[in-house]
């Protein structure tokens, strides 16, 4: 059973930053493409950074020049730092592969008060 446990969620005022983990427990870690998504209160889940097998990134319009997607391989593990955070950052984020994703973890709650 694969397992997303995602990590580093919190209360950070508009301006703050915080960067989130998600460990992933497959063996093929390294061969795969990862994302960061959000689903805020009454929104649909959105994709906001992905980074590829060779390490290229992409990002959502809403968070480029902000967040920061990276990988480490030996460790299984996808960050997204981000700074300059938004009130409308507010959600609960969560880790996935882009396709054929996994069963969604728990995610963690990102609040940003103005």
């Known amino acids: 059973q694969v397992q997303l446990v995602e990590s580093g969620g919190g209360l950070v005022q508009a301006g703050g930053s915080l960067t989130l983990s998600c460990t992933v427990s497959?063996?093929?870690?390294?061969?795969?493409?990862f994302g960061w998504y959000r689903q805020a209160p009454g929104k649909e889940r959105e994709l906001v950074a992905q980074?590829?097998?060779?390490?290229?990134?992409d990002y959502a319009s809403s968070v480029r020049g902000r967040f920061t997607i990276s990988r480490d391989n030996a460790r299984n593990t996808v960050y997204l730092q981000m700074n300059s955070l938004k009130p409308e950052d507010t959600a609960v984020y969560y880790c996935n592969k882009v396709s054929l994703r996994f069963p969604w973890g728990q995610g963690t709650q990102v609040t940003v008060s103005s």
């Open positions: 980074i590829k097998v060779g390490g290229s990134t």
């Open positions: 497959i063996s093929a870690f390294a061969f795969n493409e």
